[in-house]
């Protein structure tokens, strides 16, 4: 087997196909991370576990008497149907977590926030423990049925490249709107100075709405890929989650949005080849170590803009 | 009832009030009481084994959190991955006790050099980042630690079921009751608590607070910012690594569940409850930490739901937390010092020299004192200083004029070692200072003052004033918490400075107040006094009349001319011409990050190419 050069072609681009599956959720909820940290300055610490509370709600809806009522809208509808409910409630909880959580001690200062936002993710943690139990939940098995085909001599799964699919098609989305509409031009003057914005008769509120439905929605989508991916969903999945998305925040530079979809990208195909050419068991201290590396070195990360502190 | 109000009052005194800083008799008497529970609570006859348990859990809480305090309360770096030093006391304990059959007090210091040691390491390399950077930074190293004792490296951490077998501690007897373990680990409570609050009545503590309050201006007034940033990571780290060692034995087993991000988390909230740098308010937010959840406890599910409820409203309408530190006043700075001081306060203390203890006189005139040559800066292809030279004369006024934007302030960033200049050198008396960092400079003898001011708000203004003084005293931790004599005289000796420059700017009847507090144009006279107090032989002033009334603008113009008779030499950036014309010998004037003329400022005010600059808009 060590000789066989053909079969070891074929593991690397399986780990590849796999590390750019995994590297799709995280480019979702890196994004999240993002916009958010772009315009409030602050590291949303719930938006890991909305993720979760994506992940579950997509559980819910495709089990037991719901379970029946999205399979009887065929694969594509249901899954559409699906993908649809879990973003719009998801948004709905970022939205309230904002109001909630960050609205009312925004004042008080950076140090207060971070606590807020602590609480607020230990509160959704738990009411989602609460509500499905503290016990891992299992997707049903082949909502989406277990093709295997070849894709230009690349062997992958239908699951993939439906996963692939959407979380491209939804990147290109963002990427069209933050990059080329006025409203995405209105986010991006919010992320450089707000209060000039401000002055420019740019309605902040409108935005922070904004990030806050979009980003925690976008994560929401990719927990329920991720639990069709993994199939194995736990209540607390979203500290791990997160902390991985936001490593890849920094990655392609914080508050810059194609640089989270790029750092998503390269975190999990590094994560993947870490697991399968060096160690599964030390591949998270490797990427922990990568973010030190990369905020030592090139604290803007990949993609990010190069700021001067004004004395 | 009446009593129980103003001590409740005097508790609650918010700490933005306007006025005095810091009654502390309220909170005094609420110390003693609590520290009486504290110490008396085992003994009450319906506590029972597991109440104990919850006491010391309490306990564990509240050492992790005082050791968090340091680094986040004190020094504002935000640490969200304190665990990782919690962890490798514990498992340094663990690991030595079952291999080596060392005894477990004899690993409490070994656990405590082991983890600051370990924090040394790993923050060195990251100190320089700011803010939200080194709190990811923090929470990964806090990952890789509890990472790496699940995968059982070498064989030592025992993987994800950690170690077993760990024994008891021994002091004379074994200690092995609930309640011997409560009372080992609140007795060392008790000692870290005493020797912290000294700390925070030392050079050593307030230069942490500097720091937390505002960086640039804390480095640019003396203080060594990397130097503390580093030394508050090591005494956190090895306090916390103290609490893992008492956790590993009273537990007698560990496993890397107990040293996850979760945690960390908790010591965050628990110092940001309690009112960041407060002490007893650390041990309340440990008590309220841990005794909440097992009140809650018949609700198991939910309460973990209510506890993140809890932190969030408290947030919301209580964000000091619940007892937030107090500052000292300046009487109560001189009283901890009173009593055991072995030499008598120095004779010449109390007059106002400002330049007290510089070699030469006043009478040197004419003789550079600094000398800029051929400075280049630009900050990604803009060029904001190129080729600029100028000479600062000894014991006289220098102003350095120009129009907006003519790169002013950079030339000041320069002088004080803020920025670095990519050519040119800066020679103060002579010697090249350019290569030097900000606090080295203000300690060879330039200190500033800021255009758009930086006080720290939430101090003192005699703290504020102490800052310039820090540069001028040695004492480090150590003496800090053991307040040897001679930190005694220093610290007294400082005091007296500081409140003579205060005095020097009239604002002796401030000092206890807390420095946001002051209106505007007294903020710009504290922050001369805080230079003053750095004892310069330079100082160098930005933009000092801007926002002041013209009144206030002429006495500006009298304390710097008897400055200068006093034999300080003063280099100032200003837009106020009246008050240029009035107390300068000399004028600078800068345009496009060159300089185009100098001499006196009448014969500015006739050169033509200043004119065309910069003054022909008044002039035509």
Redesign the interface.
Known sequence: MFFDKGRKVSTFIEQLVNGLTVGSFYALVALGYSMV?GVM?L?NFAHGDLFALGAYLGYSLLTGATGKITASMGLWGGMAFTAFLVALSVALAGVLVER??YR??YP?????????A??????????V??IWGSRPRAFPASVVPSLRFSLFGIPVTLLQVTILGISFALMLAIWLIVEKSSFGAAVRAAALDRETATLLGIDVRKVIFFVFALGPGLGGVAGLMNGLYYRAISFNMG?NYG?KA??AT?LGG?GNIPGAMLGGLILGVVESLLAGYVSG??K??FV??L??AI??FR?RGLLGE?T?EK? | MNISSGILRRILQAPGDPGKGGDTRGRRIIGIVAAAFFMFFPLLPFVDNYWIDVGFYVGIYALLGLSLNIVLGEVGLFDLGHTAFYAIGAYVTAILNTRFQIPILFLLPVSAVAAGLFAWLVTTPVIHLKGDYLCIVTIGIGEIVRLSMINNPLGLTGGPNGINGIDNPRFFVPILSSRQFYYLLWAIIGISAFLLTRLQRSRVGRAWNYIREDETAAKALGVNVRHYKLSAFVLGAALAGVAGNIYASKQMSISPESFTFMESSLLFCIVLLGGLGSIPGTVLGALVVTVFPELFRPFAKYRLMFFGLALLLMMIFKPAGILPRLRDSGDRLRKTLEGKKTRKSHPESGSAQTSAGLPESAQANGKPLLRLEDLDLSFGGVTAVSGMELEVAKGGITALIGPNGAGKTTVFNIITGIYKPMNGRVLLRGEDISSKLPHQIAKAGVARTFQNIRIFPSLTCLENVLCGQHSRGRAGLAASMLRVPGQRDEESRMLEKAQACLARVGLSDSADSLAAALPYGKRRYLEIARALAAEPELIVLDEPSSGLNDAETTELSVLLKSLVEEGLSVFLIEHDMNLVDMVSDHVVVMQSGKKIAEGPMCEMRRNPKVIEAYLGSEED
């Open positions: 940290y300055k590291i909630i959580a009312p001690v008080s200062g950076r140090l207060s926030l971070v606590v807020s602590l609480g607020m993710a230990i509160f959704i943690q738990n009411a423990m609460a500290w902390l936001f490593t920094i914080i068991a030390w998270d201290v922990f170590i973010l030190i905020l030592i604290p190069k001067a004395v």
